[in-house]
Every structure is written in structure tokens, then in C-alpha cells.
Nanobody, 118 residues
Framework: QVQLVESGGGLVQPGGSLRLSCAAS????????MGWYRQALGKQRELVAV???????NYRDSVKGRFTISRDGAKNTVYLQMNSLKPEDTAVYYC????????????WGQGTQVTVSS
């Protein structure tokens, strides 16, 4: 079994910054992709950013240049640094991790609320 623990959400003013963290623990032989999705109220969940085991990254267009995804292999942790936050970034942010342990499975964090408002 694998557990994901997210942290770092909160309330921030427009233009502010937040850093999200997601730590995986449990039965882990290796990790492939790690990433972040978000879901705003009344909207579908959407991919925000992903980082591969090799360090390649991909972002949705609306966050490029403002958000940075990174990972720490030793800690099985993925981060999302969010700068220049806008009200439209308000959502519940979920991390996901592709864990290898005999087979590959996707695991999801519990979600953390990010609210951008003055």
C-alpha cells in the first residue's frame, strides 16, 4: 500500500506564491511520473504539470512561466512552486504518483485547497 500526503495549500492574494508538496510512502520500488491536477468548483479536473522520472516536465499553457514542478527522488516527493497566482488558479490541487511495485499503479493525494483572493 502507498500513502500520499499533500501539504502547502491555503489562501493567498493575487500575485502571491505558494508551494505544494506531496510525499509518497509505503511499498515503493520505483516511481515513474509525478504530477499535479486541479479541480475548480463546478469544473472538470485538469492536468497542471507533470514530471517524468528523467526530469522532463510539461505544463498546461495557463501556468507556464508561473508554476514550476520538481521532485526529490530520495524523499519520493513532488513539489509545485506557484508564483504570480491568479484568482483563476483557485481550485483543489491533487498530486498523483505512478508507483512501481511489481506492477505500476497510480495513486492520488487527498487534495489541498488553493484560494487566490484579495
Amino acid at each position: 500500500q502507498v500513502q500520499l500526503v499533500e501539504s502547502g495549500g491555503g489562501l493567498v492574494q493575487p500575485g502571491g506564491s505558494l508551494r505544494l508538496s506531496c510525499a509518497a510512502s509505503g511499498s515503493i520500488a520505483g516511481i515513474k511520473d509525478m504530477g499535479w491536477y486541479r479541480q475548480a468548483l463546478g469544473k472538470q479536473r485538469e492536468l497542471v504539470a507533470v514530471i517524468t522520472a528523467g526530469g522532463s516536465t510539461n505544463y498546461r499553457d495557463s501556468v507556464k512561466g508561473r508554476f514550476t514542478i520538481s521532485r526529490d527522488g530520495a524523499k519520493n516527493t513532488v513539489y509545485l512552486q506557484m508564483n504570480s497566482l491568479k484568482p483563476e488558479d483557485t481550485a483543489v490541487y491533487y498530486c498523483y504518483v505512478q508507483v512501481v511495485y511489481f506492477v505500476t499503479r497510480d495513486y492520488w493525494g487527498q487534495g489541498t485547497q488553493v484560494t487566490v483572493s484579495s
